[in-house]
């Protein structure tokens, strides 16, 4: 029989039959349906009628199931015990959740906060699998929808709509210096800024086209470096005073670990959102909901407190 076929089916039906077997009295099933005995009686001939069965015979008040009734009785348990699994609510166990999940971020948060998340997350569901893939701007849409990627985690750039969303706190900018740089031991001033060499690092998401916005009407700082990891502006610090604008809480991070200077910058910058996003074919499943959940609790309180530790509220 074909699907087609069986979609014109009342297979409410076999639901009916199961409750009447259950029951043994046609009464006591219409009570179960919330149907009249009239109703229920007429529910069994068309029983009757989709089996070419009798299905029943009376003995006093009690239906007797013929050997057809019990067979499909049998027939039916694994049929009707998938359709309660499928049709009750989904419960998720992260301990027994052997899933992939693949995520699109930046190198900024690969490097700088989702570390902080991953060993919450093994602690509870120690099989999941996690794949991190390039995040592109410009395909999120696409690596959402189509290409697998379960989330995002990302400055947005623009609308997300059609995709779903929700904020892991605020980012902000600061400027890292070799101890030995000129400026090392002096504030920095909007005219240091644009007249000392600069290096762009892929990895801060967008940076500099929100410093070229903040400059907007002064000259250009002096580009002498774009590259897409922060180790070649590192390597440069040596030989040239260069100025490196990154995110503050990897700067802070950078800092620590190659003894660089940290200095505010000097001109207003408003910080910006870093966000959490999927696509809205995951926004009811339960093992999504879990991981989106424990990625913005652990994620948001590690920027919140980088954020208050920084002065940026």
């Given at each position: 029989m074909e699907l087609e076929d069986i979609y014109r089916r009342d297979l409410n039906l076999l639901i009916a039959l199961r409750v009447l077997l259950e029951e043994g009295s046609v009464s006591k099933a219409a009570v179960r349906l919330s149907l009249s005995q009239s109703a229920m009686s007429r529910v069994l001939g068309r029983l009757r009628r989709l089996t070419g069965d009798p299905l029943f015979t009376r003995h006093g008040q009690q239906l007797i199931p013929t050997q057809r009734a019990l067979e499909l009785n049998t027939s039916l348990t694994a049929p009707?015990?998938?359709?309660?699994?499928?049709?009750?609510?989904?419960?998720?166990?992260?301990t027994n959740c052997d899933q992939l999940f693949k995520i699109a971020t930046t190198d900024y948060a690969m490097q700088t906060i989702l570390p902080f998340a991953l060993p919450r997350i093994y602690e509870e569901a120690p099989n999941v699998s996690l794949e991190f893939a390039p995040l592109q701007h410009d395909q999120l849409l696409r690596q959402l929808a189509s290409e697998g990627c379960d989330m995002a985690i990302c400055r947005s750039t623009g609308t997300v709509d059609p995709l779903e969303s929700d904020k892991l706190g605020l980012v902000s900018v600061f400027c890292l210096l070799a101890k030995h740089h000129p400026l090392a031991d002096e504030t920095l001033t909007l005219d240091d800024y644009l007249s000392y060499p600069?290096?762009?690092?892929?990895?801060?998401?967008?940076?500099?086209?929100?410093?070229?916005d903040a400059l907007r009407g002064y000259p250009k700082p002096k580009l002498a470096l774009r590259a897409y990891h922060l180790e070649a502006a590192l390597a440069m610090v040596d030989s040239i005073p260069l100025?490196?604008?990154?995110?503050?809480?990897?700067?802070?991070?950078?800092?620590?670990?190659?003894?660089?200077?940290?200095?505010?910058?000097?001109?207003?910058?408003?910080p910006f959102d870093y966000s959490l996003i999927w696509h809205p074919r995951t926004e009811h499943s339960a093992a999504q909901v879990w991981l989106r959940n424990l990625i913005k609790e652990e994620c948001g309180r590690l920027i919140a407190s980088r954020t208050k530790d920084m002065g940026l509220v």
């Open positions: 009707l015990d998938s359709l309660r699994t499928i049709l009750s609510p989904e419960e998720f166990d992260p600069h290096a762009v690092i892929a990895i801060s998401d967008g940076v500099k086209t929100l410093i070229d100025i490196i604008t990154v995110p503050a809480d990897l700067a802070y991070l950078v800092a620590e670990k190659y003894d660089l200077v940290i200095k505010p910058l000097p001109f207003d910058f408003k």
